[in-house]
């Protein structure tokens, strides 16, 4: 008997034959973006536009989980260049455990996240079913753009790597939200939790407009909304779609981690750079234009680093720290499943 599969992503190299085992061939199709690992979004070509489609599940938050959904599949459409549109969810709702209340909560959330971000709910679906013990809220969000996408698999040789927003930005919400009575007991201030919990909004889990403030402006070679997994999964699967190697600087990592995240990752023994990190925008650009971009979100007050570049290694990914080079540490499992096992 085979063994049991662990709580988070699937492999990359598993996903890569499942994916291989399914015989489609797009080439006399609109489809210019089809399954590949490390891309977030399907992209299909209709006239002059192009529509990119996304679909991500909601499976570790309970607070506010609605705007979760459609903040989180908005992200990916607006990594790819495209304007988010239209959204369909799947809420899914546990036996005995769900009250009018609740879901009306989860119906205003959504409405509201979308409200914000000019989006159009224009479907879905919603039951109570068994053998779930939380809401989990699965969303599909479409998107447009009259440009070729950037996408995460489109990052060049000697590419600078940018992370803006900080990182395990999500993870500290959700830990502050899951733990909060724990905390408490520690001796964590209210007002702490509440700055850790309120991560959600400030400094929030859209990245929206983190792309809307230099889509237009320069050349962006990739994009990418890491989540499970978090920068470091995430940078990797920009460097594995892109066929290249990575090497990431630990000393600009640091610097740009932020206190609450840190805090909270040492005190249940998470590596911030393996938790969950919607918040986070990823992209790559070659260097003179990196340095320009970086300057221009700290001119604005945020958050922006060179945290890497891209290499001529293909499957080598790398951390340089002040002793030198060690193989980068990553997986698909994400480091908050340690606070549910």
Known sequence: MSEYLPLGKLKSELLNKLLKEIKQDFRESRVIMGPQTGVDVSVIKTG???VVIKTDPITFATDEIGWYAVNINANDIATSGASPKYFQPTVLLPEKKTSEELVSKIFNDIHNACED?????TGGHTEVTHGIDRPIVAGCMIGETDKEPTLASNAKLHD???LVGGYAIEGTAIIASEKEKELLQKGYT????NKSKNYLHEPGISIVKYVQMIKDKYKINSMHDPTEGGIAN??????????????????????????????LCEEYKLNPLGTITSGSLLLTADE????????????????AAVIGVLIDKKHEYQMQTKT??????YSQKDEITKLFE
């Open 117 to 121: 971000l000019g989006v159009l709910i």
């Open 234 to 263: 995430g940078a990797v699967e920009i460097a594995e779609s892109s066929g290249l190697g990575l090497r990431l600087f630990e000393r600009n990592l640091d610097e740009i981690l932020l206190p609450e995240s840190k805090r």
């Open 190 to 193: 209210k007002d702490f939790i």
């Open 160 to 162: 600078l790597m940018i």
């Open 288 to 303: 003179k234009t990196s340095q320009e971009i970086v300057k221009d979100y700290r001119a604005k007050g945020i958050k």
């Open 324 to 329: 030198g080079l060690t193989k980068l540490t």
């Open 48 to 50: 002059t536009k192009f």
